[in-house]
């Protein structure tokens, strides 16, 4: 099972979501990796500084609401999570966070 989910991570994809992008497309206007866009939208990386106000300015939106989380409960019903995933996978929410499990592969 991978590690929970936490709020920022879920409201930087309901925003891409919302603007119709793609971790490529978000990377190149923040002019950080896709690798960095993708650890931050699972959880598994913070951003500083500098690279929160690229992403408010990637998203035209104030500093304040990348971190209004109001928004995501609904965007996790809605199967937002599920957006673009490349692999199967399955969102439970459990205690108002998000894990994320992968089946295992089956062996001969």
Known sequence: MEPVQPNFGVRIKKLRFDKDMSQQNLADLCELSVEQ????????????????????TAFDVSQKDLLDYAENDAFIKAGGLRWRSSRKSEFIVRKGKVQVTFPRKRRG
Not at 49 to 55: C, K, P, T, Y
């Open 37 to 56: 866009i993708s650890n931050i939208e699972r959880g598994k990386s913070w951003t500083g500084e500098v690279s929160l106000a690229l992403l408010a």
